[in-house]
């Protein structure tokens, strides 16, 4: 069966330290894939988005994720990180499945 | 700017009541979803819609119905809600291909008492 897989549950990191959040994908063909941010009490915003072509993608507010099909992941980055990025972080593809979310914590 | 509109932030109800959650996009999106939202669980499924009057069960189906009678609204119903149904709910829509990611609502915070 076709899942998204996200391993960590909670992450902190220190504001203006970089960041990666880990996204696994299980799909027999080249997925496409998704990131999403969720603010506190809000709803889901896309962040960026692959389909296919070059791996890495550029997204809004500053973040970015590579697709490794070697890996089956898709992780992703932000090269330093800024309070208002604390929130919590889904990974999607297309068939309607998400990760169950990973919280990002920034310490100041 | 494209939107997709939950009638409701908060709602409160009473355990048995009957519970209609209304969602608007003005995108002229052919699929609707709805999610509930919960800690630890992360989003799961509950109905989704490829069209009008057309309707497909999600991943947690039970307790809830949907109506779409109109492209631009998908309502969610809890029958007759209980204490377990207390969530957050989340509305989203997209073209015919998903391909291109979702729209979310602000969500629908329901308390059942």
Known sequence: AQSVTQPDI?????????????????????????????????????????????????????????????????????????????????CADNKIIFGKGTRLHILP | DVKVTQSSRYLVKRTGEKVFLECVQDMDHENMFWYRQDPGLGLRLIYFSYDVKMKEKGDIPEGYSVSREKKERFSLILESASTNQTSMYLCASSPRWANYGYTFGSGTRLTVV
């Open chain 1, 10 to 90: 909670h992450i902190t990191v220190s504001e203006g330290a970089s960041l990666e959040l880990r996204c696994n994908y299980s799909y027999g063909a080249t997925p496409y894939l998704f990131w999403y941010v969720q603010s506190p009490g809000q709803g889901l915003q896309l962040l960026l988005k692959y389909f296919s072509g070059d791996t890495l993608v550029q997204g809004i507010k500053g973040f970015e994720a590579e697709f490794k099909r070697s890996q089956s992941s898709f992780n992703l980055r932000k090269p330093s990180v800024h309070w208002s990025d604390a929130a919590e972080y889904f």
